[in-house]
């Protein structure tokens, strides 16, 4: 009977051992788990959304109206364009670029179409995108 009693303690020692193992490492998870989630929230907060958008706005319109108006100095404007935009987002710490391929004219030498590269980095984010323009 002893060793029966003796035994039945040994085996309420381990399962409390085991148990103590098993909440210790929920715990560490749960841990993790929210850890993880509150990075999430700060980069979904410091996600430069407007100046992506204010960003791809400029780009459009101003070749667009440069296109259409002035399509013999149009690639001159772009390397300006993008040597401005690429100094003013480093000024807050981004890269931005700009890059115009790919120009369709028309007989008359009127651009009908072209495909611009947008490109946006930051310490949390790399954006690129590529859109075809057309006149």
Same mark, same amino acid.
């Given at each position: 009977m002893e060793n029966l009693n003796c035994n039945r303690g040994q085996m309420i020692v381990i399962m409390a051992l085991i148990v103590a193992i098993l909440l210790t490492g929920l715990s560490y998870v749960?841990?993790?788990?929210?850890?993880?989630?509150?990075?999430?929230? %700060?980069?979904?907060?410091?996600?430069?959304?407007?100046?992506?958008?204010?960003?791809?706005? /400029?780009v459009i319109e101003q070749l667009t109206y440069y296109a259409y108006r002035y399509p013999d100095s149009f690639l001159d404007y772009v390397r300006m364009l993008d040597e401005q935009i690429a100094k003013l987002y480093a000024l807050h710490g981004a890269y931005a670029s700009i890059d115009v391929y790919d %120009?369709?004219?028309?007989?008359?030498?009127?651009?009908?179409?072209?495909?611009?590269?947008? /490109?946006?980095s930051n310490v949390e984010v790399e954006y690129e995108e590529t859109k075809v323009v057309k006149l």
């Open positions: 749960y841990s993790q788990n929210l850890l993880a989630g509150t990075e999430s929230s %700060i980069t979904q907060l410091n996600f430069p959304k407007n100046e992506i958008r204010d960003l791809r706005a /400029i %120009i369709k004219k028309d007989s008359t030498g009127q651009i009908t179409s072209f495909k611009i590269k947008i /490109i946006f």
